[in-house]
Nanobody, 115 residues
Framework: QVQLVESGGGLVQAGGSLKVSCAAS????????MGWFRQAPGKQRDLVAS???????WYADNVKGRFTISRDGAKNTVNLQMNSLKPEDTAVYFC?????????WGQGTQVTVSS
């Protein structure tokens, strides 16, 4: 029932920056947490960043210092600012929202980082 729509993906050169956004169909503060997963071809889907309802953030070790997750309650969006991008960051990025036992997923947005 919860709809999440990602945007902002694209092609960027290594060392560049990109921001992906996720628009939710509900008040984002109704969720226990939101985050971003990514999945490269042939690899598992890994959590890269999350933010709790209380604003506590978490980052995977390989993106710490480069990625920043944030939210805009007025727009019901969660954003992922990605700086100093590396080719290994290339993946489909998925927005996720948790509400109780329910996890909702966005459709994903492609991020490609060229060498």
């Amino acid at each position: 029932q919860v709809q999440l729509v990602e945007s902002g993906g694209g092609l960027v050169q290594a060392g560049g920056s990109l921001k992906v956004s996720c628009a939710a169909s509900e008040n984002i503060f109704d969720f226990g947490g939101m985050g971003w997963f990514r999945q490269a071809p042939g690899k598992q889907r890994d959590l890269v960043a999350s933010i709790s309802r209380g604003g506590i953030t978490w980052y995977a070790d390989n993106v710490k210092g480069r990625f920043t997750i944030s939210r805009d309650g007025a727009k019901n969006t969660v954003n992922l600012q990605m700086n100093s991008l590396k080719p290994e960051d290339t993946a489909v990025y998925f927005c996720v929202a948790d509400r109780g036992s329910e996890r909702s997923w966005g459709q994903g947005t492609q991020v490609t980082v060229s060498s």
